[in-house]
C-alpha cells in the first residue's frame, strides 16, 4: 500500500518527478514546473492542492494554443505522478482545462473585433505555421477518401481519426487567420520610452533578491522554456506600462509576489 505523505512539498516530488524524464521533455518540463511552484508556492504542503487551485492555475494559463496545451500536458502528468504517488488523494489533473481559444465574448468579438497586439517575429511565426496547415489539407483529403474507400463505416477508426484530424486541422486555420486580420505589431519601444510594452525584455527583481528577465510577448508567443510571458498573464499585465524602479504585486496562491523593475530594453 501507497504510504500518503501530505507533508510533502512540490519542491520534494518536482525533483523525483523530473529524475524520470529524459531530453527535452525534461527541459519543458523544468520550465512549467518552475512556473507552477511559483504560482502554487514551492514548500506549501502538496496534500493542501485541491482541484479549484488547479482550476484557477488553468484560468491563468489563458486559452488553448498548441504552447498552452504542451504545457498543460506537462502538468497533468506531474499531478497525475502525485496521485499515483498518494501524496494527492485525487487525480486534479482532471481540473486542469483550457478555455477554448475564441469562444469567450463570440457575439462581442463580432461587432467589436479587439486586436491581438504580436512581436514581428510571433507574426512571422504564425504566417509560417498557418502555411504549413494549409499544406496539410491535401494529405489530410487523401486519408479521408483512402478510409473511406473502407466501405464498413460501423467500425472504421481511420475514417474517425482522419475527419477528427480535419476538424482540428481547418479550427486552427481560422484561429490563425483571425488572429492576423487582428495584429498589430508591437513596434518594441519599451526601450525608448523606457516603459515596458510588447516586445520589451525587462529585468525584475523579487522580494528575496533573485534577478529574472522576460520578453514580454503576444498572447501565443509565451514560452515558459525562453523566457517568453504573455502580455495577459498575471506577471505580463503587471509589468505593462511599468518603467525602472516601479514595483508590481501579483497574486497567486502562494501569496503576493512582489517584484521591481530593474531594466527595460
Known sequence: MIEVMP????????ALFLETLKGQVRKSAVAELERFARWFGSEKPLGQMRGHDIASYAESMGPA????????????????????????????ASHLRLKKAGRTAGVKHASQPSQVELTQEGSDALKAELEGLIDQRVSVR???RKAMADKDFREN????????????LEARIREIEAMLKRAV???????????VRVGSLVKVKNSSGKVMEYSIVGPTEANAAEG????????????LDRAPGDEVEVSAPAGTMKLTVEAVK
Open 228 to 239: 517568453k510571458i504573455s502580455s495577459v498573464s498575471p506577471v505580463g499585465k503587471a509589468l
Open 185 to 195: 505589431i508591437a513596434d518594441g519601444a519599451g526601450g525608448k520610452t523606457g516603459r
Open 157 to 168: 477508426a481511420p475514417l474517425d481519426a482522419a475527419k477528427d484530424r480535419q476538424g482540428h
Open 7 to 14: 507533508t510533502s512539498t512540490l519542491d520534494d516530488k518536482r
Open 142 to 144: 487523401d486519408d479521408i
Open 65 to 92: 494554443t498548441p504552447d498552452t496545451q504542451k504545457r498543460a500536458e506537462v502538468l497533468r502528468a506531474f499531478l497525475v505522478y502525485l496521485n499515483k504517488e498518494g501524496v494527492t488523494s485525487q487525480n486534479l
